[in-house]
């Protein structure tokens, strides 16, 4: 039996705060916690999960997100999560990070069809500002994978550098651990990439010989859920793929 919209709306409940932010634990796991821009980013992985994107939790991360938003149209990660929980990664301010951030965000609004929302337009100024620069595309897989994503969106993306992200994410695959991998193979299915797309191919190859012994796909000690629901529904999704 299917769940209602509202039932789905619930289960995210303890994991969004009043101002539209999202963090990565509920409530119940961590009562000391901050909403943030990385969270917000990830959770809206669970928005397009659950088929909310036109709900009332969708609103009001849109909202978050624009309050956010950098003038140049960037994005980082907020002052208040940087003060609340320090990561080391994050405290010096790189355009690396920067580029991972704003990249991230309209990869994800793009699979929700939010496509014409008025954020768009100032991130992709931004980031054709800074793509051609190849040490900042490829400083975290993340921009790597974020600019796949966009490239079916007619962003502007030379096909050069769309070509070049491809090859090197594609020479990757055997590289990667299970969370990141199902990370890439979930963002691509989302914009449209076809299953016989040779990233989609030899990644879903690949991360059914990451599954253990005991049938998960073991990860960071956070994560190990996550991935395996993960990894379950896009290998189900190959596997339909191929029967049609």
Not at 31 to 40: A, C, H, K, P
């Amino acid at each position: 039996m299917g769940y209602e919209n509202y039932e789905l709306e619930n289960v995210l409940l303890d994991y969004q705060f009043s101002n539209g932010s999202w963090d990565y634990n509920s409530s119940q796991e961590n009562l000391d916690r901050i909403g943030s821009l990385g969270g917000t980013i990830h959770c809206l992985r669970w928005i397009k999960e659950f088929h909310l994107e036109k709900s009332p939790r969708m609103v009001l991360t849109l909202g978050f997100l624009e309050k956010v938003q950098e003038n140049d149209g960037s994005f980082y990660e907020t002052e208040e999560k940087l003060n609340h929980s320090p990561q080391k990664w994050l405290q010096s301010e790189t355009i690396i990070d920067r580029f991972y951030f704003t990249a991230a965000v309209p990869m994800r609004l793009f699979s929700l069809s939010y496509n014409q929302n008025p954020m768009i337009h100032f991130v992709i100024k931004w980031l054709k500002e800074n793509w051609d620069d190849w040490d900042i595309v490829a400083g975290t897989w993340y921009g790597l994978w974020a600019l796949l994503c966009l490239y079916p969106y007619n962003v502007g993306l030379p096909k050069t550098l769309f070509e070049r992200c491809y090859e090197y994410s594609l020479n990757c695959l055997p590289k990667l651990p299970a969370q990141p991998l199902t990370w890439l193979l979930d963002a691509l299915i989302s914009a449209g990439y076809p299953f016989h797309d040779d990233l989609i191919n030899n990644g879903v190859d690949y991360l059914k010989k990451l599954q253990n012994d005991k049938g998960i796909w073991e990860d960071f000690k956070y994560s190990t859920t996550e991935t395996t629901v993960t990894s379950f529904r896009i290998i189900e999704f190959y596997n339909q793929s191929e029967k049609n």
